[in-house]
């Protein structure tokens, strides 16, 4: 399938009985999302500053609604991550690179999932999506030096560490180390 005919119709998946990766739909997952994100654990190794605010409804489906959008304007791939029906992450693939032949990956799982294995299927599900549906050569990551999780889950799903890049992270305004890795087709 050519790759824009991809963004025409969004292309959910089943990852086991309980996981199901789906399209964003704002009006129904601003809260929940808004909920995670108040949980600063969730995002100690995330570029950018996030912090805990009040609940603002258009807000927050504004946020959701720039997904969609994301989705149709070709600029990326980011499917809800939901477990027995319930919102608990969110897994993307964008910044698609050399004649759409790379893409990176990006992900968070809520607290209160990890350690359950959850994101190392997710992402080998998304990783199968790319190159055989998608068509993509490499998929690639990024994972701050301390992340344990990611960088575990990453080796886990069968990307290998391409080396350390320096300074590369900046949160909260100060600069940290990242992993980069990489998953390529064959
Ligand atoms: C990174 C993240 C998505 C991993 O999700 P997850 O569903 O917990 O991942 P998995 O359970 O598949 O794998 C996690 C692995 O890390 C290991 N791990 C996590 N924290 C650890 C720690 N402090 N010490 C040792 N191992 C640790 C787990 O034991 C597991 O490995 P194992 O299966 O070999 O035991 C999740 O921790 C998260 O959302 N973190 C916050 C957001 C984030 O950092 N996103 C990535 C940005 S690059």
Redesign the pocket.
Known sequence: MAFCDLFKEFVPIRVDEDIYLRQHEPEKDARPFWEIYQDED?????GGDRRPCDYDEEREIRKEASRVKGFYGKREYSWVVTCQGEVI?QIQLFNFLNHNTCAEV????KKA?????????VLKAVCRFGIETMGLERIE????VD????N??LQ?AGFMKEGTLRKRFEIKGKLYDCNAYSFVRG
């Open positions: 969730n995002f100690t190794y995330f992450g990006g992900y968070f799982i999932y990890w350690n359950r294995g959850i994101n190392t299927k990551a990024f994972a701050h992340n344990i999780g990611s575990r889950t886990k």
